[in-house]
């Protein structure tokens, strides 16, 4: 994915987002973003190919093993929106306050097309999770699972 559908979703002349651009770093990291839109949830992001990899978590994201949450994947996100906190305005795409819940680096174990399995080093989150796409899910082609695979760390 480009960030294509990020910007045309935005008036940046409204919003205090950052535009972004696609990079070339890697450095591993991780942001969830707790988002008081029109229903409050959190975006769980990943540093990947020059972009956030981005999902939308409906309820707290899982600091326990045996917890699997609904994660919905949305567009890319730039990098620097790593460290966006802040008031979206009224009347712009995903209007509402969004503030950094957590925070970190992750190491990928195992990346295929449909599951990804990481380690979480964040402040809140700490440990083995898994990322993966249902086969047939009533969610639709965007529905994936996030959960945690172990209760220690």
Same mark, same amino acid.
């Given at each position: 994915?480009?960030?294509?559908?990020?910007?045309?979703?935005?008036?940046?002349?409204?919003?205090?987002?950052?535009?972004?651009?696609?990079?070339?770093?890697?450095?591993?990291?991780?942001?969830?973003?707790?988002?008081?839109?029109?229903?409050?949830?959190?975006?769980?992001?990943?540093?990947? /190919?020059?972009?956030?990899?981005?999902?939308?978590?409906? $309820? !707290?994201?899982?600091? %326990?093993?045996?917890? #699997?949450?609904?994660?919905?994947?949305?567009?890319?996100?730039?990098?620097?929106?790593?460290?966006?906190?802040?008031?979206?305005?009224?009347?712009?795409?995903?209007?509402?306050?969004?503030?950094?819940? /957590?925070?970190?680096?992750?190491?990928?174990?195992?990346? $295929? !097309?449909?599951?990804? %399995?990481?380690?979480? #080093?964040?402040?809140?989150?700490?440990?083995?999770?898994?990322?993966?796409?249902?086969?047939?899910?009533?969610?639709?082609?965007?529905?994936?699972?996030?959960?945690?695979?172990?209760?220690?760390?």
């Amino acid at each position: 994915m480009s960030l294509k559908k990020y910007k045309q979703k935005r008036d940046f002349r409204q919003s205090p987002e950052p535009k972004g651009k696609k990079e070339k770093k890697k450095e591993n990291r991780f942001v969830i973003q707790k988002h008081a839109a029109t229903n409050l949830h959190y975006d769980f992001r990943l540093e990947m /190919d020059g972009v956030l990899k981005s999902w939308a978590i409906p $309820k !707290k994201p899982p600091q %326990k093993a045996g917890i #699997k949450r609904l994660a919905m994947q949305v567009e890319d996100h730039p990098i620097d929106y790593i460290n966006f906190a802040g008031e979206i305005p009224q009347g712009n795409y995903g209007a509402g306050q969004v503030e950094i819940w /957590d925070k970190g680096r992750y190491k990928m174990e195992e990346k $295929k !097309k449909n599951e990804f %399995k990481f380690i979480l #080093k964040g402040n809140k989150l700490k440990g083995e999770y898994v990322l993966v796409k249902p086969k047939g899910s009533s969610f639709g082609k965007k529905a994936w699972l996030f959960f945690k695979t172990k209760s220690k760390n």
